[in-house]
């Protein structure tokens, strides 16, 4: 839902104060970032943490939650963006930056209620579109996953169809029921 009538520029956007949920800036529209449910944030976890074990031995990789990213004139705060290590963000001590101006090299948009599959959609081909490497659309509830890439778009992808990010990530792969594998309750 659109939360300001006049266009703003980017760096007008980036000039609000934070909130919460987050703001984000598309086409010189704000909206309000969707709160994520209990599904959405055990998905959100469960995907940082297997980017980083995949990436830790070889030090490959970086993941971050809920991190803003602005370039394009557009600043979305995806679920979960992925670095190649020599493309994190850095500040001028050599740490992590505070504001990251260039495109990741995944992101993750995973739906949440009261999105509509459509803008999701949207935001991963407007992802590609700009310079993301590969972009990973989750459902939780119909536990599918799609991936987009510049000109390739791949599922829904179910049960024990893999998710291959290795064009990207070299040796990434995970099976889909490995990734909503959290999200079933307690054993008896």
Do not use: N
């Not at 599918?144 to 024990?160: A, D, K, Q």
């Amino acid at each position: 839902m659109a939360i300001s009538q006049p266009k703003l520029t980017l760096h007008q956007f980036l000039e609000l104060p934070e909130a919460a949920p987050a703001l984000e800036l598309h086409d010189g529209v704000v909206t309000r970032k969707m709160s994520p449910k209990g599904p959405h944030g055990k998905l959100q976890w469960w995907l940082a943490r297997w980017f980083e074990e995949l990436t830790h031995p070889s030090g490959l990789a970086s993941a971050f939650t809920e991190a803003r990213v602005s370039f394009a004139g557009d600043s979305f705060v995806p679920d979960v963006i992925v670095y190649l290590t020599d493309r994190v963000p850095l500040d001028e001590h050599g740490d992590i930056a505070d504001d990251f101006y260039e495109p990741p090299d995944v992101a993750v948009e995973i739906w949440s209620p009261g999105q509509t599959l459509a803008d999701v959609v949207a935001r991963c081909r407007w992802y590609v579109e700009h310079g993301v490497r590969a972009a990973l659309l989750v459902h939780p509830r119909s536990r599918w996953i799609r991936v987009f890439r510049p000109g390739l778009e791949t599922g829904p992808l179910h049960s024990s169809e893999r998710i291959d990010l290795g064009d990207v990530l070299p040796g990434f792969t995970l099976a889909v029921d490995e990734l909503f594998s959290p999200l079933r309750g307690r054993s008896s």
